[in-house]
């Protein structure tokens, strides 16, 4: 069973709720000028998937994302055309997804089961002890997973056995969106109460941990810092954000804190070898020197726009808001390059880059293709 003493809590309502506390009047988003068109993108294709209402990872692997909708339709596609390579209808919705490695994908259903597919076609389901709303990590033949009452778990790829739990303490607060869970080099990094924490992937023992942020504050919600999704990796120093509180940069070599910042967002960040990205709570989009935290700059062009986590792709930061609309900026101050429309509907999901496409996924299920002219 889920541990009852950990209880879900949705940023959407956090977000709300800092938001009233400020203004009695719900902000006003910013309004937009004429899109001045600077940078040449066209929507090269879209694609169906399903209504996606939970914390949906687009998973890039080569030319293929794969994906998945609420009501439990996964999909792998050709982001070069759009072209559906298999579907599988797992027939229960779905609390977390998609991790892939190119050959097994897996996503975690609302009944606390972990699904994982091959070539469209279920090869088993493992049932969990807690909720999950983290995709599930695949690689190296194994399926690790980061649960919502903060235990990280592998199984075997192939069978679905359990081979080990690391089992950690936290708030009683856990956030419903994704986390952070992904390899660099033989580490298995694990955001886990906001730290970052480095584990031996063949047995679950902690090698180092990093503190990104410290629980502060008079409640539970104040005190919620647990790591989202998604990250910035350059080399072997992993960029995160830290709900509601900081974002920071940890060397996963040594286990050691680069950097912190305080900053206010809900959402993951990305980022290049100079800068790291992140959108604030309040619509700002921010930039940081990658080497150790300075401004570089920031904008408020979209504020209370509810942005998506960033995707810094060519010489632009791609980034979507709950009206459908795809803003693309620039790289180096911020300032608009062009505005691309999708369904009408929030976009869904942080925007990824497959090849030369950036793939979107809107809350009404529908999937874009946008490539550079």
């Known amino acids: 069973?889920?541990?009852?003493?950990?209880?879900?809590?949705?940023?959407?309502?956090?977000?709300?709720?800092?938001?009233?506390?400020?203004?009695?009047?719900?902000?006003?988003?910013?309004?937009?000028?004429?899109?001045?068109?600077?940078?040449?993108?066209?929507?090269?294709?879209?694609?169906?998937?399903?209504?996606?209402?939970?914390?949906?990872?687009?998973?890039?692997?080569?030319?293929?994302?794969?994906l998945a909708s609420v009501n439990g339709n996964v999909a792998a596609?050709?982001?070069?055309?759009?072209?559906?390579?298999?579907?599988?209808?797992?027939?229960?919705?779905l609390s977390a997804g998609v991790g892939s490695d190119g050959r097994l994908s897996a996503v975690?259903?609302?009944?606390?089961?972990?699904?994982?597919?091959?070539?469209?076609?279920?090869?088993?389901?493992?049932?969990?002890?807690?909720?999950?709303?983290?995709?599930?990590?695949?690689?190296?033949?194994?399926?690790?997973?980061?649960?919502?009452?903060?235990?990280v778990s592998a199984f075997d790829g192939q069978s679905g056995r359990r081979l080990w739990t690391q089992t950690r303490t936290g708030e009683p607060l856990v956030l419903s969106q994704g986390g952070v869970l992904m390899a660099v080099g033989d580490t298995l990094v694990a955001g886990l109460s906001g730290r970052m924490v480095g584990l031996n992937p063949g047995n679950g023992s902690v090698r180092w941990e990093a503190p990104?942020?410290?629980?502060?504050?008079?409640?539970d919600v104040e005190r919620l810092v647990?790591?989202?999704?998604?990250t910035s990796r350059v080399g072997e120093v992993v960029c995160a954000r830290a709900f509601q509180s900081n974002v920071g940069c940890v060397n996963t070599t040594r286990g050691t804190l680069v950097w912190t910042k305080p900053s206010v967002g809900f959402e993951g960040i990305s980022g290049d070898d100079r800068l790291v990205f992140g959108s604030e709570g309040d619509?700002?989009?921010?930039?940081?020197?990658?080497?150790?935290?300075?401004?570089?700059?920031?904008?408020?062009?979209?504020?209370?726009?509810?942005?998506?986590?960033?995707?810094?792709?060519?010489?632009?930061?791609?980034?979507?808001?709950?009206?459908?609309?795809?803003?693309?900026l620039s790289r180096e101050d911020?300032?608009?390059?062009?505005?691309?429309?999708?369904?009408?509907?929030?976009?869904?999901?942080?925007?990824?880059l497959a090849g030369d496409t950036v793939v979107v996924v809107t809350r009404n299920g529908g999937i874009f293709g946008f490539q550079p002219e």
């Not at 990104?212 to 409640?219: M, S, Y």
Request: with cysteine; charged share 20%.
């Open 77 to 93: 596609l050709d982001a070069r055309t759009g072209r559906e390579l298999w579907r599988l209808a797992v027939g229960t919705p």
């Open 212 to 219: 990104i942020a410290a629980p502060r504050g008079t409640n």
């Open 283 to 328: 619509g700002k989009v921010v930039a940081w020197q990658r080497a150790d935290g300075t401004s570089a700059w920031s904008t408020d062009h979209l504020k209370y726009r509810v942005l998506t986590a960033p995707l810094a792709v060519g010489r632009s930061v791609a980034v979507g808001d709950n009206t459908g609309l795809v803003h693309f």
């Open 334 to 352: 911020g300032s608009p390059l062009t505005r691309l429309t999708t369904d009408g509907s929030p976009i869904a999901a942080a925007p990824v």
């Open 226 to 230: 647990d790591l989202v999704g998604h």
């Open 108 to 151: 975690v259903t609302t009944g606390n089961e972990l699904v994982t597919i091959e070539a469209g076609k279920e090869i088993w389901r493992q049932k969990l002890n807690a909720q999950a709303f983290t995709a599930p990590f695949v690689a190296g033949g194994r399926v690790f997973l980061l649960a919502a009452d903060r235990s």
């Open 1 to 66: 069973m889920f541990n009852k003493r950990f209880a879900r809590v949705s940023a959407a309502l956090v977000l709300a709720a800092a938001l009233a506390a400020c203004s009695s009047n719900k902000p006003k988003p910013a309004e937009l000028p004429a899109n001045v068109a600077l940078l040449g993108v066209r929507q090269a294709w879209s694609a169906k998937i399903g209504e996606v209402s939970f914390p949906l990872d687009v998973n890039v692997q080569g030319s293929t994302v794969t």
